[in-house]
């Protein structure tokens, strides 16, 4: 999973998890399968309307700390939330983040929300403040 850029596979779920939430973990390091691990973490921690909220929370926190509090979206991160929560209620017994991409490579790509949402939604300001409903897809 190295060619995947994530910049926390020598951490522990433990520790990734303390790093990420105290925005100890430099912003550079994130990446996007780092958004996935985070979610899927709380997701096998925590009921799906928590972990949203916890994961709403968590990003918009390190996104801020780390001067880039516009790069927050809503839409986007419940979007992803319900893409992992979806592909972990298909393999809930997986108990390691790199089976569970492996078993899910769709989540590692950073576009699978084009096939939910158009662009012009997206982009838009109210996807970016408010959760706003996929315009092409459904949403597991």
């Known amino acids: 999973m190295d060619a995947l850029r994530w910049g926390?596979?020598?951490?522990?779920?433990?520790?990734?998890?303390?790093e990420f939430e105290s925005c100890r973990l430099p912003g550079e390091s994130f990446h996007h399968a780092d958004h996935v691990r985070v979610s899927w973490i709380y997701l096998?921690?925590?009921d799906e309307p928590a972990s949203q909220e916890r994961m709403a929370q968590s990003i918009e926190r390190f996104a801020t700390h780390h001067g880039s509090p516009r790069k927050f979206h809503v839409t986007m991160t419940l979007?992803?939330?319900?893409?992992?929560?979806?592909?972990?209620?298909?393999?809930?017994?997986i108990a390691r983040f790199e089976e569970f991409a492996a078993a899910h490579p769709r989540l590692?790509?950073?576009?699978?929300?084009?096939?939910?949402?158009s662009a012009e939604l997206l982009?838009?300001?109210s996807a970016r403040s408010a959760w706003v409903a996929p315009d092409l897809a459904p949403l597991p």
Do not use: C, I, K, N
């Open 123 to 125: 982009g838009s300001a």
């Open 79 to 93: 979007a992803w939330m319900r893409l992992v929560a979806g592909a972990w209620r298909a393999t809930p017994a």
């Open 44 to 46: 096998r921690r925590f």
């Open 108 to 117: 590692l790509d950073p576009q699978a929300l084009a096939q939910h949402y």
């Open 8 to 18: 926390t596979a020598h951490l522990t779920d433990e520790e990734f998890l303390r």
